[in-house]
């Protein structure tokens, strides 16, 4: 059974799952189709026209009719307050299981955010965003159009990511750059601490043998590099600073 309040606005094709809550003032426009158990909060808006649609100047391409693309969203992912899911111009902008979106996040069109990927409030994707799984997006950051951010990446709050970000990265700054390893992150999704020099290693371009447990991140990451060809490269070292320098903690 869904809970849907009075007030939400669902129009055009629209599959919802099982014990979904849709809260108020949320406006769904189809296709959208939603697996089971998702949270949508108070004036979210999902599957409405992108700018791309609505002006043809901005067009790189024909897209899709409208009916046949979608939002697609899986299981037990939660977008809160005024988030804003744009309607793709081509096959789907999808959101996967357990996926965190918070308020105020715009996801631009064809976006794919990969399972358990965590949005804080006020992130801004372009259009061709893809996110990888567990990846953690700070507090205001913004990412480029047609940019990929590698699975388990952290990216710092009010970062503006220029660049693609490797599998297990940690970003800061603007422009963004790296500045190690998301070790915590890594260490939370059970990778052993050879790995995660593993992890470091591979962001300073050394190869990575088969069984490693990051081999996966990169093969994907590296899929989805190449889904929407983009001139931009992978963001840049940053200076290294001293272990006794003072620095704000990023992981906001």
Known sequence: MNTVHRSAVLEGHVEIGSNNVIG???????????????????GASVGWFSRERLEGSHRLADPLPSEESAVVIGSNTMLFDKAVIFKPMFKETRIEDNVEVGAHVIVGHDCIIHESAILSPHVALGAY????????????????????????????????????????????????????????????????????ETVLASLRGHPVKPGNGIRELIEQYRADVQKWPTSKKEVRWGTLKSSSSPESDPSM
């Open 24 to 42: 108020p003032g949320v406006t769904i426009r189809g296709p959208v189709i939603m697996g089971d158990g998702n949270y949508i909060g108070p």
């Open 129 to 196: 965003v893809t996110v990888g799984s567990r990846a953690n997006l700070g507090i205001a950051s913004a990412v480029h159009n047609r940019l990929t951010i590698g699975g388990l990446a952290m990216c710092g709050m009010a970062s503006a990511i220029v660049g693609h970000v490797p599998p297990g990265a940690l970003v800061y700054g603007n422009p963004a750059r790296i500045h190690g390893v998301n070790s915590v992150g890594l260490a939370r999704a059970g990778f052993p601490e050879g790995e995660i």
